[in-house]
Every structure is written in structure tokens, then in C-alpha cells.
């Protein structure tokens, strides 16, 4: 009986609070919270810090037994350093991602044009978890993008995933394909034009996710910008279509490039380049663009193209800038298309 007098004496009052509370059992996750919202290699905390931020969420603690939380942390891979300052102060060093990756992460979301503005802020509000306290305002960053133009159709992450599953499963989807009517409005949804196709691929390019899928009805490849599709579902009991373009398709980063993903016929054409807008090929085509010999004049370059009234549209923007030097059947037809422009 005097022992355990004894030994009550020794305890804290501390101690002996932290006994009946009950989030004593979760200290450590409390520090962990404290830690990764607060602290990083420039900023960290005191044990005074810390025991005060403790003491907020209603959990007493002492010093011994912070020390014990904070090697069980590191035992669980949390990179905690202890810093010798004046007074020594404890923190995160190595975090999932640097502030520069989150930044590039919060541009990219912002100048997406596939998702709403909703769902924009959404992501951007959780990605900021990621960050310490001390950075989250580094990340309230406003992008300007050009003329762009968020989606309306906020079921996009919904369809990829839809998408994917039958893929996987090897079955078809069926869907509704959206338009816009002479008032700019969404058109009525019909019946009559729903889609059902297989699905073999799925693009990201210039802000818009795209669907490659085989249409038996058209007896081809054909492309679906997933934004534009409604009611989308999942024909588990629709098994997939099979055939030798389906099983030998995949993208290829050196195939002919498509003009916003308009196919068309595949023609190896030579452009011809001022000294002074090379870099317009470069940014267009990549790698894939293979340099001639030329003079200082002018660069020429062959690339492999999807021939349709988009590539020709892209060269009549740039004016005499970018020019299509061969083959001559191609010079032609492109003549010919702005002669067709020209007419009344």
C-alpha cells in the first residue's frame, strides 16, 4: 500500500492526466499533424513549441514522452531532424513533394481545360494540404491562359474511370455525344445518336482528354473528346470488339501527327521554315521532325503529317512564315483548298 503511494507521488500531474485522456492514444498522430502543417528545413519547432501546440488540442504532455513519440515516428520513415539552434528546434525535413513541384502541379490543374472551374479549385485546395503553413500562400498562384475556356461537364474523371474499367474488362461503352446548337446551347439529348463503341485508348492533348475507340458502324478507328460525352456507361454484357487494329494500335509519340486530332490521310511533307521561326516547327512536331540540309535563308524540315483541312489551316495562319515545300501533290491540294476559301 505505501508502495503504490509512493509511486503515485513520483507521477505528474501531467502524467496522471495523460493517463485518463483519451487522446493520449494518439498523440503521436497529433505530433505527426503538428510537424507537417508547421514545420520544414527552414522553419521548425521548440519542444516548448510543440508541447504548446499539443496542449491546444487538449493533450498534456512532457518532454520525455515527446522525445519517445518522435523516435517512433522516425522508426515509421518520418525524416525528422533535430536542428541545433538556439533553442533547438525539430522538424520535417524530406517532404513528399517541394514546393516547386506543387507549384508546377497547381499550373498545370489551372491551365487544364478538361475539368470544371469547381473541380479546379478542389484539387488545388487539397494539393495545398501538402504544403506547410508557411508555404500555402506560395501555391495561391493565378495563371493567365489565353483564351481558355474551362469545361462544362464535370463527369470527365468519372468517364476516365469508366473508360478504363472496359477497357480492362474488355467490353464496350455506350454514350450520348453532346453538341451545340445555333443558340450556343447544349443540344437535346437523342436517343438516336448514342454511341456504342470499343474502347481502345485514351489521349490528353491541348487541354482535352480524347477516347480512340473502334465504331463497328463506321468499320474504322474514331475519336470522342470525353467532355462532350453524356450518360456514359459500361456494357459488361457487350464484349469488346476484336481485330488486328485494335490489337496492334497504341500511340506512338513518332507517328503522323493529327491537327486537333482530326485523322487523315498519312503524307510525309517537307516544310519550309523562315531563319527566324524555326522554333515553330520544333514546338509543333518535337523530335519528330527530321532537319534538311538548307541555306541561311530558311530551315526545311520533313515531317510526318495527318492531311486534312486543319493541317492546311495551321500553315495559312502563319502567312509565308511556314511553308509546304513538298511533295508537290501536297502543294497542290493545299492551293487548291485556298483557292476554295477564296470562292464565294
Known amino acids: 500500500f505505501l508502495d503504490s503511494i509512493v509511486l503515485n507521488a513520483s507521477c505528474s500531474t501531467k502524467d496522471i492526466l495523460m493517463a485518463n485522456n483519451k487522446k493520449a492514444k494518439i498523440k503521436v498522430l497529433y505530433l505527426l499533424k503538428i510537424l507537417q502543417e508547421e514545420t520544414n528545413a527552414e522553419h521548425g519547432l521548440t519542444m516548448s513549441q510543440i508541447i504548446e501546440r499539443l496542449d491546444a488540442y487538449g493533450i498534456p504532455a512532457e518532454r520525455k514522452s515527446i522525445y519517445s513519440d518522435l523516435d517512433i515516428l522516425r522508426e515509421f520513415d518520418i525524416d525528422i531532424k ?4 538556439n533553442p533547438v528546434e525539430y522538424a520535417i525535413e524530406r517532404r513528399d513533394f517541394s514546393i516547386g513541384e506543387l507549384m508546377l502541379m497547381v499550373d498545370a490543374i489551372q491551365s487544364c481545360r478538361a475539368i470544371t472551374e469547381k473541380q479546379a479549385k478542389t484539387l488545388i485546395t ?18 493567365h491562359v489565353a483564351r481558355r475556356i474551362k469545361s462544362q461537364n464535370s463527369s470527365v474523371f468519372h468517364a476516365v474511370d469508366a473508360i478504363h474499367q472496359a477497357i480492362k474488362a474488355k467490353c464496350k461503352i455506350e454514350f450520348s455525344y453532346r453538341k451545340i446548337g445555333l443558340d450556343g446551347k447544349p443540344c437535346a439529348r437523342s436517343k438516336s445518336k448514342t454511341h456504342v463503341v470499343t474502347p481502345v485508348a485514351i489521349v490528353y492533348e491541348d487541354g482535352f482528354y480524347y477516347l480512340t475507340a473502334w465504331n463497328e458502324a463506321h468499320n474504322a478507328l474514331s475519336e470522342y473528346r470525353l467532355d462532350r460525352m453524356i450518360d456514359l456507361r459500361v456494357l459488361e454484357s457487350a464484349p469488346a470488339a476484336r481485330n488486328s487494329e485494335i490489337a496492334g494500335f497504341r500511340y506512338d509519340e513518332n507517328k503522323a501527327i493529327m491537327f486537333g486530332r482530326f485523322g487523315g490521310e498519312e503524307v510525309v511533307a517537307i516544310l519550309a521554315a523562315d531563319a ?13 521532325a527530321t532537319f534538311l540540309k538548307s541555306n541561311d535563308q530558311e530551315a526545311l524540315a520533313r515531317v510526318k503529317i495527318c492531311k486534312s483541312e ?10 509565308k512564315k511556314v511553308r509546304i515545300a513538298g511533295p508537290e501533290s501536297l502543294v497542290k491540294e493545299y492551293h487548291a483548298y485556298l483557292n476554295y476559301l477564296l470562292k464565294d
Do not use: P
Not at 533535430?82 to 539552434?85: E, G, L, P, V
Not at 486543319?310 to 502567312?319: L, N, T
Open 82 to 85: 533535430t536542428y541545433q539552434r
Open 126 to 143: 487539397n494539393i495545398k494540404q501538402l504544403a506547410t503553413n508557411h508555404e500555402q500562400h506560395l501555391l495561391d498562384r493565378r495563371i
Open 276 to 288: 527566324d521561326k524555326v522554333e515553330i516547327i520544333t514546338d509543333r512536331f518535337g523530335s519528330a
Open 310 to 319: 486543319q493541317f492546311f489551316g495551321w500553315i495559312a495562319s502563319m502567312g
